[in-house]
């Protein structure tokens, strides 16, 4: 499988012979505003250029949107991504969103598994800041759903098992999918974002260490660490805090990097 970091969270995931935009934010930076009452480390969102021409990212079999946030489907990529490609949604109400902006060919991700071209994808759980009351009131405030999901991706041309863990904190519901389909490779959402400040809503350098101490076995990716407006962690924070905890696996892709494995 190969991984390529592309920015925040938007990558793209060759597996089984297919190719998958994940989360595809395309916006030039500072389009949209910062995220309200949270730590602020940009002018706006994104809070960086995306490295490449938008249509460079055209070229994939299906598009995979683990939920409606604006750093993980905004407006530009729902206006310009062709619209015939396979889209998966996280449920059906997304989903009916997806047909409604244009996208003709959208399935819904299943926790039983869904298939796509002998790749069976399973939707696993995250707490994308659900298990906090404070943070429950600031989605209210933004009109957003604290729902996200994760995915496996499995296939028998596959030597691994891949986890796409999605916007969530480390807790046990990633402890369940890692015993329930034993990966060897997992991406996480390490920004460290917060909403409202001081409250968690995706993983931070603590929660990556965390998982690699409970999972040692693990190869770990940290995408989605920087390009957001209230995230805590940057690539150079993560990169010096995994030396002095000697988390050796831990990947951190610049860019346009691509990682085999």
Known sequence: MLFQQIRSATSIVSFGGKRFLIDPMLAPANTYPIVPDAPVCGRGNPTIELP???????????????HWHFDHFDEVAMRILPKDIPLFAKNEKEAQA??????????VLKEEGIEFEGISLYKTPCD???????????????????????LIFKCKNEPKTFYLAGDTIYYQGVVNTI???????????????QAPKGHALIMNEYDVWALMSD??????????????????????????????KGLSKLFIPQDLETLEF
């Open 52 to 66: 490449c021409r938008p249509e460079d990212l055209f070229d994939v079999d299906a598009y995979i949107v683990t």
């Open 179 to 193: 015993n329930r389909f034993n990966p060897n490779v997992i991406a996480v959402n390490a920004a460290g974002a």
């Open 98 to 107: 997806s047909r409604e902006v244009g996208f003709t060919d959208v399935r």
């Open 128 to 150: 994308h800041g659900s298990g906090d009351l404070v943070t429950e009131h600031f989605y209210q405030l933004v009109q957003l759903t604290d729902e996200a999901c994760g």
């Open 215 to 244: 999972f040692p076995q693990l190869e770990v990716i940290a995408t989605h660490v920087e390009g957001v407006s209230h995230a805590t962690v940057n690539r150079k924070l993560l990169a010096d805090f995994a030396k002095n």
